[in-house]
C-alpha cells in the first residue's frame, strides 16, 4: 500500500530579488534558488510586485524555473506601495491560497492567517549597532516593525 504524499503550499517572497542591492540579496536569492532546487514535494509560490515583463523573465531564468512547472511559480501581486502590501495584499493571498509556511525578510505583514508558519530572515541588525547611519523615518519604522516580526515568526533565519 502506498502512502499519500501531503503537498504544502509554501510561498516565499522575493521582491528584493533583482534589484541590485547589497550581500542580503545574494544570500536570498541562493537560498530561494536551493530551497527550490533540494525540497521537489511542496508547492512554492515566489511572491513579488515587479510588471516589468523583462524583469520577470530575467528572475525566472536566474531561479531555473521550469515555466511548465505549476508547483513552483512567480506570483506577480501588483500593489500601491509597501504599505498596501504588507497590509492587503500579502495578508489576502496567504489566506486565499491557504499558504502554510512562508519565508519573508525583515518585516512580516501586518497579520499572518493562523494556519501560515512564518520563516524570517534577518540580514543584519546595523539599524540597532549603528543607529546614526539610518534616516530618522526608516530607523523609526525598523525600530517599531522588526521585533514585532520577530515576535511573531515561527523560526528566524539570521
Known sequence: MSKAVLTI???????M?????????????????EILRQDQQHEYRLLTNETNQE????????????PDDSKRKIVV?????RFWWNLFTLPMFLWQEKITLFHTQYIL??????????VDHVHDVSFCALPEFIGKKDLFFLRLLIPRSLRMSTSIVV
Open 77 to 81: 501581486l501588483p500593489t500601491r506601495n
Open 9 to 15: 503550499k509554501r510561498a516565499i517572497d522575493i521582491r
Open 109 to 118: 505583514p501586518f497579520w499572518v492567517p493562523s494556519f501560515t508558519r512564518v
Open 55 to 66: 524583469a520577470l523573465t530575467l528572475l525566472h531564468a536566474r531561479l531555473e524555473l521550469d
Open 17 to 33: 530579488l533583482g534589484h541590485k542591492r547589497t550581500g542580503d540579496e545574494t544570500v536570498f536569492f541562493e537560498l530561494t534558488r
